[in-house]
């Protein structure tokens, strides 16, 4: 009778002890959250600096752009005048 006396008591309260391990309490749970928070604001700066960053290579990739059609310009007046040099032949 002891034993079962002893069971019916140890079973409820090792229950209780395993439900309680499994619960957080509200500090670790306010924690936990303003971690969430903190790392939620660190994604969306972290998207807003690609965003310039995309931003700032499309500009760049204008840029570069714009450069390498200017200098095909220039090349293309060099040839031109190179050519009417060559055409008239050496100077006396």
């Known amino acids: 009778m002891l034993t079962i ?6 079973i409820p309260v090792m ?13 670790e749970v306010e924690h936990a959250q303003a971690t969430a928070n903190t790392a939620l604001s660190t994604a ?3 998207g807003q ?14 840029t570069a752009d714009q450069a390498r059609s200017e200098v095909s310009a220039l090349s293309q007046k060099v040839d031109a005048l190179a050519a009417m ?6 100077r006396d």
Do not use: I, Y
Not at 49 to 62: E, G, I, R, Y
Not at 85 to 90: D, I, S
């Open 5 to 10: 006396g002893s069971r019916v008591f140890v």
């Open 49 to 62: 600096a690609a965003q310039q960053a995309q931003q700032a290579a499309a500009t760049a990739q204008q």
């Open 44 to 46: 969306q700066q972290a």
């Open 15 to 27: 229950a209780a002890a395993l439900l309680t391990v499994g619960c957080a309490t509200k500090d």
């Open 85 to 90: 040099h060559a055409a008239r032949g050496p």
